[in-house]
């Protein structure tokens, strides 16, 4: 055999194990990180979501060789070309956008919101070159549309894809996996339609079907994919929700969404958010 084709050969094999590893390595950091600063579901303004120690996470960051300063540096030299495909390259950007959302508010803490003025005179964050992928810059928008939707074509991704706020699907506390990212997704989709403040609400008495203004921004995602964001949706709901939307016309609104950060401090009773809407 040719040299160059066993070079070709070995590298072809060593691909994958090196994704892996990689993976592995910001999984493992990352996980250390929600390990460490993830709290349970709080009430924010009445809505239940689960929360962060944003004030415990800037004050460490700023320590000298601090997670948050190892998951950037792991995260700059991780090799694109390796996690282009596959349940390990979809998991790694999930994960990585989430960090990503956390990191643009640890920047500029304290904010009470990814949208404050602090992070973006327009406020609009995603547009704002925030993480470094192996030598390229990213923005939250190129990683979710341009890297995740677009290479995946997952609309479950929309539900696990966290902007750091209350109204936003709730980040669980362990970081996505190849091996088990096809319940993680299911069970996070799952758990946003059950939320009655922020996913989904049935009235069947008004016939008013209130869902997150996220399904209304993603709208064409659903229509293209699952035939509508009621087909979507059917199979995440109990048996009895599900035949009554199937068999009843219903008027579909949307919640406001509310920009307010997963921060504990805001939980209710707490402080007070000055966040606008």
């Known amino acids: 055999m040719c040299l160059f084709c066993?070079?070709?050969?070995?590298?072809?094999?060593?691909?994958?194990?090196?994704?892996a590893e990689?993976?592995?390595d910001?999984?493992?950091?990352?996980?250390?990180?929600?390990?460490?600063?993830?709290?349970?579901?709080?009430?924010?303004?009445g809505i239940e979501t689960t929360a962060f120690d944003y004030r415990q996470m800037a004050t460490d960051a700023g320590q000298a060789d601090s997670l948050v300063s190892r998951i950037l540096e792991t995260l700059r030299h991780v090799d694109t070309?390796?996690?282009?495909?596959?349940?390990?390259?979809?998991a790694f950007w999930i994960n990585v956008y989430n960090f990503s959302a956390m990191h643009l508010v640890l920047q500029h803490y304290p904010v009470d919101s990814i949208r404050s003025l602090k992070i973006s005179l327009v406020k609009?964050?995603?547009?704002?070159?925030?993480i470094?992928?192996?030598?390229?810059?990213?923005?939250?928008?190129e990683i979710e549309k341009q890297v995740l939707l677009k290479r995946f074509g997952d609309a479950r991704i929309v539900f696990a894809v966290s902007c750091a706020a209350v109204s936003c699907p709730d980040q669980g506390r362990e970081?996505?996996?190849?091996q088990k990212l096809d319940v993680q997704l299911d069970t996070l989709v799952h758990r946003f339609l059950r939320n009655p403040d922020k996913g989904l609400r049935l009235d069947r008495q008004s016939g008013?079907?209130?869902?997150?203004?996220?399904?209304?921004?993603?709208?064409?995602?659903?229509?293209?994919?699952?035939?509508?964001?009621?087909?979507?949706?059917?199979?995440?709901l109990d048996k009895e929700a599900a035949q009554w939307l199937q068999s009843h016309p219903v008027r579909i609104e949307y919640f406001s969404h509310d920009w307010t950060l997963n921060d504990i401090r805001f939980a209710d009773g707490g402080e007070r958010s000055a966040t606008e809407y």
């Open 81 to 90: 070309e390796v996690v282009q495909s596959g349940e390990l390259a979809k």
């Open 26 to 45: 910001f999984a493992r950091l990352y996980g250390t990180l929600l390990a460490d600063y993830w709290r349970p579901a709080v009430s924010i303004h």
């Open 124 to 130: 609009y964050p995603w547009s704002k070159k925030i």
């Open 208 to 236: 008013i079907l209130t869902l997150s203004m996220i399904l209304k921004k993603e709208a064409q995602l659903f229509s293209d994919g699952y035939g509508g964001v009621t087909e979507f949706i059917l199979p995440y």
């Open 132 to 141: 470094d992928v192996g030598g390229q810059r990213y923005t939250l928008g």
């Open 175 to 178: 970081p996505f996996t190849a």
């Open 6 to 19: 066993v070079q070709a050969w070995l590298t072809a094999g060593m691909a994958p194990l090196l994704a």
């Open 22 to 24: 990689q993976g592995d």
